[in-house]
Nanobody
Framework: QVQLVESGGGLVQPGGSLRLSCTAS????????MGWFRQAPGKEREFVAA????????FYADSVKGRFTISRDNAKNTVYLQMNSLKPEDTAVYYC????????????WGQGTQVTVSS
């Protein structure tokens, strides 16, 4: 089972930026699609962004399109989420998740990283 460690969260003002990282263990990272999900207090976990194994295809929730960018570095076993123009409604715990392909996710989660957007 792949181990996932998210980092990079924090407190940021509206309009600010953060870059999240998710580092995975194991030698098969480059074969996985990777996704970012988030869960706000009192809400269900929701899809944010995804990237295929090679990085050639990316997908975004409508709520973050144009503001967030997902990328990956297979040599470092890491997937990133660059978040710009942050809004208070982006406040959530952010999680990464591997999958056989985009939309075919494994039941594997990291511990998450808290993102708080507030003035």
């Amino acid at each position: 089972q792949v181990q996932l460690v998210e980092s990079g969260g924090g407190l940021v003002q509206p309009g600010g930026s953060l870059r999240l990282s998710c580092t995975a263990s194991g030698r098969t990272f480059s074969s996985y699609a990777m996704g970012w999900f988030r869960q706000a207090p009192g809400k269900e976990r929701e899809f944010v962004a995804a990237i295929n194994w090679s990085g050639s295809r990316t997908f975004y929730a409508d709520s973050v399109k144009g503001r967030f960018t997902i990328s990956r570095d297979n040599a470092k076993n890491t997937v990133y989420l660059q978040m710009n123009s942050l809004k208070p409604e982006d406040t959530a715990v952010y999680y990464c998740r591997p999958g056989h392909d985009v939309g075919r996710w494994y039941d594997s989660w990291g511990q998450g990283t808290q993102v708080t957007v507030s003035s």
